[in-house]
């Protein structure tokens, strides 16, 4: 399985942006084995249903936990699923911090999208005070360890890890590739542990840019990588890609 590319836009980008990530970086994804998702805001992912020629995947960056209702501006994961979208986004640090969104919560929308064959990434990892008070491998565990419990067995590989150091997103400081690889380790040994045989693939986010993430993929256990600002420039995004799919 070659490595995984996800770029997450958060509130960012435009259609002119979307134009042209899909012709930088369409034709690479057909041709390398790395997989190109493209996280966007529920507007474009609308608009990405006219990119039929393209190997790129799309993903939500969230999702609701029911399937309907009255919850004005949520978008559900049939709908996700109607727009042929394959990926969603779960328990992002920033959903984490400003939605209040829990270990549980992530838990339900993990579910939601495992019923409805939507690939969740699931996002973990500590903030600097938890780094910093040596808990960061607690944190991370008490948080895969909530959702690996509560999904059916049968549908668990379906799951992707994004491990984001809190203190690492948005700030231009990322993990070392050491740092990175002894958490990304910790969580497959626990998720082997839960699950038997269960092996899951673990991407590393915070920071990732098109110079260090060569030396991120180079880690045994670093399957890919999640990107936020990064993947706001089409040609600076391109390059990270062959970066990543150059290293394996
Ligand atoms: P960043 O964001 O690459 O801008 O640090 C990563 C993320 O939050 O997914």
Redesign the pocket.
């Known amino acids: 399985m070659g490595p995984l590319v996800?770029a997450?836009w958060?509130m960012n980008g435009s259609e002119q942006l979307l134009q042209a990530v899909v012709q930088e970086v369409g034709e690479l994804a057909e041709t390398t084995s790395a997989t190109v998702v493209l996280?966007l805001p529920a507007p474009y992912l609308a608009l990405a249903r006219g990119f039929d020629n393209t190997q790129l995947e799309w993903a939500g960056q969230n999702v609701h936990w029911l399937k309907s209702g009255a919850y004005t501006g949520e978008v559900s994961a049939e709908m996700l699923s109607e727009m042929g979208v394959g990926w969603c986004?779960v328990g992002?640090?920033?959903r984490r911090q400003y939605c209040s969104e829990t270990d549980e919560l992530v838990l339900a929308k993990t579910n939601t999208c495992l019923e409805l064959g939507i690939r969740p990434i699931v996002?973990v990892g500590e903030n600097l005070r938890e780094r910093q008070a040596g808990k960061a491998l607690e944190v991370v565990s008490r948080q895969l360890l909530t959702v690996l419990n509560g999904v059916p067995t049968a549908l668990a590989p379906l799951i992707v890890v994004?491990y984001?150091p809190v203190w690492?997103?948005?700030?231009?400081e990322?993990a070392s590739p050491e740092t990175a690889q002894e958490v990304h380790e910790a969580v497959k040994r626990a998720a082997r542990s839960k699950i038997d045989g269960l092996e899951l693939r673990v991407l590393y986010?915070?920071?990732?840019?098109a110079d260090n993430a060569k030396a991120l993929m180079r880690m045994p256990d670093v399957d890919g990588v999640?990107?936020?600002?990064?993947?706001l420039q089409a040609h600076g995004f391109r390059r990270l890609c062959e970066q990543v799919a150059g290293s394996v």
């Open positions: 996800v997450n958060k996280a986004l992002h640090s920033e996002c994004a984001e690492a997103i948005g700030t231009g990322e986010g915070g920071s990732v840019n999640l990107v936020g600002g990064a993947s």
